[in-house]
């Protein structure tokens, strides 16, 4: 049998396996087409960690980079504590591993198999789906593929929605705003989706959601045919029963999301103002806040090592998939002006190079984290749009690489594009390997 983790930078020591000196190889969790996802245990914390290994030629012989592509930049920005949690990216040529939050409890699916849940217990946990639903929506995210089965429990009993695969961004719309790509898992997807005419991601979301309070409530699905167009049927027209045991409130609310027409579908500010959904509802919280509050600012890796830059062993990836294959969603926190460049120079001879820039161009230093590699830069004087900030981040990629991020924070596109191309771009030139491209924000002129 071929060894799933060969040419990946394991290493092996007795009965241990090691993945990039960080990692120790546990257990088999689950596997897919192209992917398998393990158990492993983090050397420096002891945490439980579950990394899921990619097959980089499997997938773009399935043509499936793109996907994976947006998978990791939809995770890398739905920071909130009912999402699981994509912690780090490691790649070597041959493999992509993603680290992820270890859930412990298993899928909510077989709970429910077990049976219906309680109305209370069924209530707790659509709460929590609404929220992080809603968190996604707002970072401009649409799953597309909510059911039971990728809604995770931890060991606290707490929803954590999972599996970003067929998830939307905002850039997957056409000219008429809509999406059109037609997926899903029949029993939950929105009679919109099916009819292949345009659809807003965020809405159907919401339909699928209804299928779930549904098969909490109820232990079984509100369309049920054997025959998959039987089904459908159903789902054009909404023809679907209640069991006895529903509440009143609770069949108003299913009746509201499992509305025909996706303009007369609750929106989950309606939700969030209907007394049976708002009874018992914890505040919620991203992990963005819960970060920002500890260090200072918005850091993905702040929980890191303070003695290194965070790591993302990614250069051979970077240079492996420059044909076709976008690495900025990993490193980006939001849709902004930005570029990256590689360098061989250390994090803290990077560092220095940065606020020397700063200073030669009178723009004053807002903060600088040598520990986190973290530099803020800001313009004395007002522009088009208030003053320019510029926010520049070195994460180590190996002992001998690492890969720069310099974006833009507040301010205009075109006077950072200007600043960028005339200014910083020459002066660092001297440390530069080369630099991986650009994305703009042109609707921010």
């Not at 890191?304 to 830059?309: A, E, L, V, Y």
Request: hydrophobic letters at 40%; proline letters at 4%.
């Amino acid at each position: 049998m071929a060894d799933p983790f060969e040419d990946s930078g394991t290493a092996v020591a007795g009965d241990r396996r090691v993945i990039f000196g960080k990692y120790e190889m546990g257990r088999l969790l689950g596997q897919g087409m192209f992917a398998k996802v393990y158990y492993a245990r983090d050397l420096v914390t002891a945490e439980g960690v579950a990394v899921k290994v990619i097959k980089t030629e499997q997938v773009r012989k399935e043509g499936l980079m793109e996907q994976i592509t947006r998978e990791i930049a939809v995770m890398r920005l739905v920071r909130h504590r009912n999402v699981v949690q994509l912690t780090e990216v490691m790649a070597t040529k041959t493999k992509i591993f993603l680290v992820m939050e270890y859930v412990r409890g298993g899928e909510l699916f077989a709970k429910v198999a077990k049976g219906r849940l309680k109305e209370d217990v069924a209530k707790k946990y659509f709460q929590q789906l609404i929220s992080a639903v809603d968190y996604c929506h707002s970072r401009g995210v649409s799953h597309r593929d909510l059911k039971p089965e990728n809604l995770l429990l931890d060991e606290n009993e707490d929803l954590k929605v999972s599996d970003f695969g067929l998830s939307a961004l905002p850039e997957q719309l056409r000219n008429d705003g809509m999406l059109h790509t037609q997926c899903g898992t029949p029993a939950y997807v929105a009679p919109e989706v099916l009819r292949k005419k345009g659809y807003d991601g965020a809405t159907a979301d919401l339909w699928s959601c209804g299928v779930i309070l549904y098969v909490l409530l109820a232990g079984c699905l509100p369309f049920r045919e054997d025959n998959v167009m039987h089904m459908y049927k159903k789902i054009f027209k909404a023809e679907y029963e209640f069991p006895p045991w529903f509440s009143a409130d609770a069949r108003r609310l299913i009746s509201k999301l499992l509305m025909v027409n996706p303009s007369q579908r609750i929106t989950i500010p309606a939700i969030k103002r209907i007394p049976w959904f708002s009874k018992g509802l914890k505040s919620p919280i991203s992990i963005d806040e819960i970060d920002e509050n500890r260090c200072g600012s918005e850091n993905f890796s702040c929980r890191r090592s303070k003695s290194s830059p965070p790591f993302y062993n990614a250069f051979e990836f970077i240079s492996s998939m420059s044909t076709g294959f976008d690495l900025s969603g990993m490193f980006e926190t939001n849709r902004r002006s930005r570029s990256l460049f590689t360098s061989k120079f250390r994090a803290p001879t990077i560092m220095n190079k940065l606020e020397s820039i700063a200073k030669k161009l009178n723009l004053k230093i807002l903060f600088s984290n040598e520990n986190e590699y973290k530099l803020k830069m800001q313009g004395i004087s007002e522009g088009r749009k208030g003053r320019l900030s510029v926010t520049a981040e070195v994460f180590s990629v190996a002992p001998e690489v690492a890969v720069v991020e310099i974006s833009k924070a507040a301010g205009d596109t075109l006077e950072y594009k200007r600043l960028s191309e005339e200014y910083i771009r020459p002066g660092l030139q001297d440390i530069v390997w080369s630099w991986q491209g650009e994305k703009s924000e042109d609707s921010n002129r």
